[in-house]
C-alpha cells in the first residue's frame, strides 16, 4: 500500500513503541478493583482518586502542545513517558494517601505525553500523508490494548496488581528511550518562538471551520463514551450480562483494528470534515438505534455503528487539526484536540448518570440528537483556505524534515 511506504521511517518505529507500550498500559482499567481490593478503599473514595486521575489525564493532555511549542515535542515527550513511568512504577511501594498525588500526576504526564506525541507525528509527517499515520499510530495502540487486558487480568489474578504497575512503569521508561533511538533530535527541530508569531487564540479566530470541529468533538465525546458508563448499566437492566458487554467491546476493538487503517488510506484523498461530520452522524446514528429495541441485535448493531463512526472521524479530525496548525502552534493545536477528544472521561459518566436515574427514557434520545447536531455542523462548514501569510515561513522550509523511505 503505497500510503504506507510513504510514510517517514520514525513513524513507524513511533508505531511499534506505541504497540508495545500499549500492550502493558492498563492499570486504568483495573483501577477502581485495585483501590477497593488490595488498597481496601472504600466505592466512594476509590471514584474520587479515579476522577481525580481522569481530571489529570485531561488536563495532560490540555497542556502537552504548549511544553511541545516552546521546548520541542520530542523532548516533552521523552521527559513525560519517563516521569510517567518513574511513578507508576512506584505506586506499590507507595502508601495508601500518597496515592491521591502520584496518581493524578502520572496520570497527568500521560497526557502531556499523548498531546506530544501527537505533535511529534504531526512535525516529522508532511502534509498529505498525515491521514495515514495517525492511522498507524491508532492501529498499533489499539492492537497492543486488544493484547493488554487479557495479559493484564491473568497477571492480576495469578501474580498481584502491584505487577500491572511494575510493567508499565517500565513500559514507559522503555518507551523513553525507544524515541529517543527512533527519533533523532534533528529530526523534529523547533520552531521559531511562539511569541515571534502570535498565539494559538488569533491562529484559531482565523480558522472557524477549526472551533466548529472541537466543539462537535467534544459533545460527541460525552457521547460516546456512555459506552463505558450508561450503556453497561442499560445492558444490565435488559437482561444482557458482563460477558455480552466484554464481547460488544471486543467487536469495537476487533472493527478497528481490521478496518481503520484501510479506511485511512481509501478515504485519504476526499474532504477531512466531511468524513468527521459523516463519523460524527454514525455515532448518533448508533444511539439511535438502541429506540428501536433492547434486544442484543440492537446492542450489536449500535456498537458497530457506533464503531464505524469512531474510525471515520478520529483519525481524519487529528491530521485536520495538523494540516490546519500553523508551524508555531502545532503542539497547542495537538493539544487542543487531544483534549477535547477524550473530555468524556471526566463529564460522560456524571452527566449521563444523572441522567439515566432521572429521565432514563429520554438519554438514547438525547445521546443521537447531541451526536447528530454536531456532525451536521461539521458538515456545513466551510473549510479554511490558508492565504500565503499562513503558510510556512523560509525558517520553517530551512528546517522541513527529508522523507525517509
Given at each position: 500500500m503505497r500510503g504506507l511506504r510513504d510514510l517517514p521511517r520514525a513513524v513507524w518505529l513511533l508505531a511499534a513503541g506505541t504497540f508495545i507500550?500499549?500492550?502493558?498500559?492498563?492499570?486504568?482499567?483495573?483501577?477502581?478493583?485495585?483501590l477497593t481490593g488490595p488498597r481496601d478503599m472504600s466505592p466512594g473514595a476509590a471514584g474520587l482518586l479515579v476522577g481525580l486521575g481522569g481530571?489529570?489525564?485531561?488536563?495532560?493532555?490540555?497542556?502537552?502542545g504548549w511544553y511541545g511549542d516552546h521546548l520541542g515535542h520530542r523532548?516533552?515527550?521523552?521527559?513525560?513517558?519517563?516521569?510517567?513511568?518513574?511513578?507508576?512504577?512506584?505506586?506499590?511501594?507507595?502508601p495508601t494517601p500518597a496515592l491521591y498525588l502520584a496518581l493524578p500526576l502520572a496520570q497527568y504526564a500521560s497526557g502531556v505525553q499523548r498531546a506530544a506525541n501527537s505533535a511529534l507525528v504531526a512535525v516529522i509527517v508532511p502534509e498529505g500523508t498525515r491521514r495515514q499515520a495517525f492511522a498507524l499510530v491508532r492501529?498499533?495502540?489499539?492492537?497492543?490494548?486488544?493484547?493488554?487486558?487479557?495479559?493484564?487480568?491473568?497477571?492480576?489474578?495469578?501474580?498481584?496488581?502491584?505487577?500491572?504497575?511494575?510493567?508499565?512503569?517500565?513500559?514507559?521508561?522503555?518507551?523513553?528511550?525507544?524515541?529517543?533511538?527512533?527519533v533523532p533530535a534533528g529530526l523534529a527541530p523547533r520552531t521559531r518562538p511562539p511569541r515571534d508569531r502570535g498565539g494559538v487564540w488569533p491562529a484559531l479566530r482565523a480558522r472557524p471551520a477549526?472551533?466548529?470541529?472541537?466543539?462537535a468533538v467534544l459533545v460527541t465525546d460525552v457521547v460516546y463514551r456512555q459506552q463505558y458508563s450508561t450503556f453497561p448499566l442499560f445492558l444490565a437492566d435488559h437482561h444482557m450480562d458482563v460477558g455480552v458487554y466484554g464481547t460488544l467491546l471486543a467487536i469495537n476493538g476487533g472493527v478497528l483494528l481490521c478496518l481503520e487503517l484501510p479506511a485511512a488510506l481509501a478515504l485519504r484523498r476526499h474532504a477531512p470534515l466531511r468524513i468527521v461530520g459523516t463519523g460524527l452522524l454514525l455515532v448518533g446514528a448508533g444511539y439511535a438505534t438502541l429506540l428501536l429495541g433492547q434486544t442484543?441485535?440492537?446492542?450489536?448493531?449500535?456498537?458497530?455503528?457506533?464503531?464505524l463512526g469512531e474510525l471515520l472521524y478520529k483519525t481524519t479530525a487529528t491530521a485536520y487539526m495538523a494540516d490546519e496548525a500553523p508551524p508555531h502552534v502545532?503542539?497547542?493545536?495537538?493539544?487542543?484536540?487531544?483534549?477535547?477528544?477524550?473530555?468524556?472521561?471526566?463529564?460522560?459518566?456524571?452527566?449521563?448518570?444523572?441522567?439515566?436515574?432521572?429521565?432514563?427514557?429520554?438519554?438514547w434520545p438525547l445521546c443521537a440528537m447531541s451526536a447528530v447536531t454536531a456532525g451536521a455542523a461539521v458538515l456545513l462548514t466551510r473549510p479554511h483556505r490558508?492565504?500565503?501569510?499562513?503558510?510556512?515561513?523560509?525558517e520553517d522550509r530551512e528546517t522541513a524534515v527529508p522523507q525517509a523511505a
Open positions: 507500550n500499549m500492550i502493558v498500559s492498563v492499570t486504568f482499567v483495573f483501577l477502581f478493583l485495585y481530571t489529570g489525564l485531561v488536563a495532560g493532555n490540555f497542556t502537552g523532548r516533552v515527550l521523552l521527559t513525560a513517558a519517563a516521569a510517567s513511568g518513574l511513578l507508576l512504577a512506584a505506586v506499590p511501594l507507595l492501529a498499533s495502540a489499539n492492537g497492543g490494548f486488544t493484547i493488554g487486558p487479557v495479559l493484564g487480568a491473568l497477571v492480576a489474578t495469578h501474580l498481584s496488581y502491584d505487577w500491572l504497575y511494575v510493567a508499565e512503569g517500565l513500559g514507559g521508561l522503555t518507551l523513553a528511550c525507544w524515541t529517543a533511538r527512533a477549526v472551533l466548529v470541529l472541537l466543539l442484543l441485535l440492537t446492542a450489536a448493531t449500535m456498537m458497530i455503528l457506533l464503531t502545532q503542539g497547542r493545536f495537538q493539544s487542543l484536540y487531544a483534549g477535547v477528544s477524550i473530555s468524556g472521561v471526566v463529564l460522560a459518566a456524571p452527566l449521563g448518570g444523572a441522567l439515566y436515574e432521572t429521565a432514563p427514557a429520554a438519554l490558508s492565504g500565503p501569510d499562513e503558510r510556512e515561513s523560509p
